[in-house]
């Protein structure tokens, strides 16, 4: 599965005080698309833990489109766009299933660590086949995802 869809219905608890969705709800989706994409290509977290090997974070970056609001629809998607010997950049985008306009646009620079030491070891090639990358930005994924 190359490109993961995964829908959120905007609860009372993901509004801020302006009554829109806060940003530290954003990184809490991304996270939780992340780790869903992964157990759905085979990399549930019990297998990193097999491995006594996974992913930390050492830069997110969103760039923010509209506002969302209480009991908005949004669908979530995310992809892997790069690998290196010892990281991998993943994609996110964020829209309103009902409108279909682009509320946000996010990515994450992922470490692959020992769980043991904390230092970077090489992704395995298996974790790599596993998830395909898409040489796409968010925009043109929202675009061909709302067609």
């Given at each position: 599965?190359?490109?993961?869809?995964?829908?959120?219905?905007?609860?009372?608890?993901?509004?801020?005080?302006?009554?829109?969705?806060?940003?530290?709800?954003?990184?809490?989706?991304?996270?939780?698309?992340?780790?869903?994409?992964?157990?759905?290509?085979?990399?549930?977290?019990?297998?990193?833990?097999?491995?006594?090997?996974?992913?930390?974070?050492?830069?997110?970056?969103?760039?923010?489109?509209?506002?969302?609001?209480?009991?908005?629809?949004?669908?979530?998607?995310?992809?892997?766009?790069?690998?290196?010997?010892?990281?991998?950049?993943?994609?996110?985008?964020?829209?309103?299933?009902?409108e279909k306009a682009l509320l946000a646009e996010a990515e994450t620079q992922w470490v692959f660590i020992d769980m043991t030491s904390g230092k970077p070891v090489s992704v395995p090639d298996e974790l790599?086949?596993?998830?395909?990358?898409?040489?796409?930005?968010?925009?043109?994924?929202?675009?061909?995802?709302?067609?």
């Amino acid at each position: 599965m190359n490109i993961y869809t995964q829908q959120i219905t905007v609860g009372q608890d993901d509004i801020d005080m302006q009554h829109r969705v806060s940003n530290l709800r954003y990184v809490a989706w991304m996270q939780d698309v992340a780790v869903a994409h992964s157990a759905v290509c085979g990399w549930p977290m019990e297998r990193y833990e097999s491995l006594g090997q996974g992913w930390v974070v050492r830069q997110h970056t969103i760039t923010y489109k509209r506002p969302a609001f209480l009991g908005d629809v949004i669908t979530a998607a995310t992809w892997i766009a790069s690998y290196a010997s010892r990281r991998s950049l993943r994609r996110y985008a964020f829209w309103n299933a009902k409108e279909k306009a682009l509320l946000a646009e996010a990515e994450t620079q992922w470490v692959f660590i020992d769980m043991t030491s904390g230092k970077p070891v090489s992704v395995p090639d298996e974790l790599q086949d596993s998830f395909p990358i898409v040489d796409e930005d968010a925009p043109g994924v929202f675009r061909r995802l709302c067609v």
